[in-house]
Nanobody
Framework: QVQLVESGGGLVQAGDSLRLSCTAA????????MGWFRQAPGKERELVAR????????YYEDSVSGRFTISRDNAKSTVYLHMNSLKTEDTAVYYC??????????????????WGQGTQVTVSS
């Protein structure tokens, strides 16, 4: 069982920046592809960013491309989501998730094995 703990959410204004962190209590963190999902009220949980085990490959959902940056520090077992130029439509609960390294390019909720508890991000106009 991999425990993931997120932090960094909060209430910000449109245009502001925020950094989310997710730390794993797992010494084999580098064996997991990591993703950040978000879920807004009444909507399905969606993948917004993903980073490969080494950090060499990254994926971004179209609406956040150019504004969000995913990174990881395997020595600290931590993945980050830097969010710039936040918009009201970015308001959601953000979850980090871990997918065991054997899966190529996981994108669906079912392809991730472990989840954090979620952190609320609210962007006001």
């Amino acid at each position: 069982q991999v425990q993931l703990v997120e932090s960094g959410g909060g209430l910000v204004q449109a245009g502001d920046s925020l950094r989310l962190s997710c730390t794993a209590a797992e010494r084999t963190f580098s064996l997991y592809t990591m993703g950040w999902f978000r879920q807004a009220p009444g909507k399905e949980r969606e993948l917004v960013a993903r980073i490969s085990m080494s950090g060499a490959r990254r994926y971004y959902e179209d609406s956040v491309s150019g504004r969000f940056t995913i990174s990881r520090d395997n020595a600290k077992s931590t993945v980050y989501l830097h969010m710039n130029s936040l918009k009201t439509e970015d308001t959601a609960v953000y979850y980090c998730a871990a997918s065991y390294g054997g899966r190529p390019n996981p994108a669906r909720v079912s392809e991730f094995d472990y989840w954090g508890q979620g952190t609320q991000v609210t962007v006001s106009s």
